[in-house]
């Protein structure tokens, strides 16, 4: 018996809008609750999709274990899979291995696609001091500091050095909080005295980061943006501008959401995100759908990938016009349910 199943979290956006999908294409849909996964699939001929589990905690230092425990999922859902008759949305080792930013962006780098580059390709920073020497040495004078486990902007902080004076600028949603540690507060907040910098720097360091070369980015009406992309199966089914004022662009930041039509970009500009899209996918073998963040660089508006995320598909414009990328998504499922066994 064949059976569609959806490892996720009762209740959230994810789940409603997909069940909403599967019903429309008349797809038997069955969620599994990470909370009551006990590691053991159900019996028959499965397909699964696997959303990410919810974690509540704020801890900017939980994050790796937390990363660790679901990586472990992971793994045991691969080992499953191979002892019986289950195929995937995406891979489970497809999801560990762009869990993983530095993974994923030497994968990127090594098929010589353009992204936003390591400051120290082969060296991990772990303090302020090691950070301005690095960025003195290669005379850079701008990055992003990425915790590699996280998203959301978790830990992502935007980074400022003036050559000529040492003064510092720190964009960051993450706080130090006396007795608790790094938080994250979903806000953003800039900080320009160098003690608070160092301090804060330091721990956000020493949770295991790149670092990352801070492109300017192309802009529209004033604001600069980005883009996400939502890839499936090798086509761009949803592309969409993140508009800012500041220089970290996720929507849930107060952060403006933008039709990529309405930028007006060079058919010729389009074609290429296209292909770095479909080659960024073909990366990975055993993901179907992705989002990949790019950017445009000011000027050129040559496009540049930022990092990719093999649970990328939850976007908020799109569920509440067409849910279009679902609705995909249950077309293939609909598909599986009728091949001969």
């Given at each position: ?6 490892l996720g ?10 069940e ?47 990363t660790r ?50 400051l ?89 980061c ?21 890839v ?53 073998p ?56």
């Amino acid at each position: 018996m064949r059976r569609i199943i959806l490892l996720g979290n009762p209740g959230s956006k994810r789940t409603i809008w997909f069940e909403k999908a599967a019903r429309e294409q008349e797809v038997p849909l069955e969620l599994l609750d990470w909370k009551e996964w006990d590691r053991m699939l159900p019996e028959g001929v499965l397909y699964f999709k696997i959303d990410p589990p919810l974690w509540e905690s704020s801890a900017l230092e939980e994050l790796k274990e937390l990363t660790r425990a679901y990586k472990e999922d992971l793994s045991v859902l691969a080992c499953r899979a191979e002892k019986g008759s289950v195929e995937f949305l995406n891979e489970p080792q497809a999801i560990r291995m762009l869990l993983d930013k530095r993974r994923c962006k030497k994968r990127l780098m090594e098929s010589d696609l353009p992204v936003t580059e390591f400051l120290c390709e082969n060296d991990k920073i772990q303090s302020t001091d090691q950070l301005l020497s690095a960025m003195k040495r290669q005379k850079i004078w701008q990055v992003f500091v990425k915790p590699v486990y996280g998203s959301g902007a978790a830990g992502v902080s935007a980074f400022r050095l003036q050559p000529g004076t040492g003064k510092m600028c720190l964009y960051t949603c993450a706080l130090l909080l006396p007795g608790t540690g790094l938080v994250n507060t979903k806000k953003l907040q800039s900080y320009t005295r160098a003690e608070e910098i160092r301090s804060l720097l330091d721990r956000i360091l020493g949770l295991d980061c790149v670092v990352e070369r801070w492109y300017p980015k192309a802009s529209h009406n004033g604001y600069s943006y980005d883009l996400r992309a939502v890839v499936q199966r090798g086509q761009v089914d949803y592309l969409l501008a993140r508009m800012s004022r500041g220089p970290i662009t996720n929507l849930h930041l107060n952060n403006h959401p933008l039709p990529v039509e309405a930028l007006g970009l060079p058919v010729l500009v389009q074609e290429r995100i296209r292909t770095l899209c479909q080659r960024a996918m073909e990366c990975f073998p055993g993901l179907q759908s992705a989002g990949i963040d790019l950017l445009l660089e000011k000027g050129s508006l040559s496009p540049r990938i930022i990092e990719m995320n093999a649970q990328g598909d939850l976007i908020y414009q799109d569920l509440y016009d067409q849910n279009q990328i679902y609705r995909r998504q249950a077309v293939w499922m609909k598909a599986w349910l009728s091949k001969p066994e």
